[in-house]
């Protein structure tokens, strides 16, 4: 007698996907989702057939697309065809693709092209950049950061987050501690070797306990230009191999993503604290409760 395993989908299926799974012999485990959570998997599964349409260009695919179409149009309340009505009257406002025209750029005089100013970043960017109203900076070293999340290292360089959100298994964000930076390149060597040092014990830390094909390092800063590491673990079974992490691209913000049920999160929460210890040379806590 073999042991269960479970792997991991959390993926919105069509209705008589659980009944084919349970003939080739697997058990499938489901819910209904609620309105809320369904609008947000729906337009997370338009992106997923698109991308799939893209890769293979067949009617199975745009059929695909198709379907997702029908459900999101139902879901708020439309049916498809005032959708093709929309469709239909901005086609004629704004035109269709009949020409394929590629813009290539826009030139205008300086000054004189309000309409076309080439900013796209907002006006208070680089005030930002420089540390002004940074919200990493005012939460400081903290045992829940704003999206309630756990903290599972601390060092004097670093406090890493476990996500509780159910955005992928073991997504974790390592924050920089210490004076606002915005980039690694604002960093000492030996303050970048510190905050590696951390960012590792914790990618250990998430390696051993979630056993993912691979981990993806992210430092970003788009939206909170504050030195931080988005830690993602990446599954065998995740709808994007080969590819960067899609969730940061196209899903809701962290903050509107469906919990982890909470004994679960508190749970990895621990263990990852533990593992963190074992890779996390003692130094670093001392430079914390010492500093
Ligand atoms: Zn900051």
Redesign the pocket.
Known sequence: MHAAVAVIYRKLVRDRIPELIRRKGGEPQTRRLTDKEFAVALARKLVEEAYEFAATPTAEELADVLEVLHALAEAIGLSLEEVEAVRRSKAAERGAFDDRLLLESVSFQEGAGKAWSPRTWPADWEARRA?EG????AEGPSEVNGLGDQRILASAACDAYLSRREIVPGYAVAVWRGR???ELTELADAEAADFDRSVRAVARALERHYQPAKLNFLTLGNAV??LHVHIVPRYVTDPDPSKPPRFMMIDPPPGEQPLIPEDVYLADVAALRKLVDDFQPTWAQDARTSG
């Not at 940074?134 to 900076?137: D, E, G, L, N, S």
């Open positions: 540390g940074c919200p990493m900076c606002h930076v915005s230009p504050h």
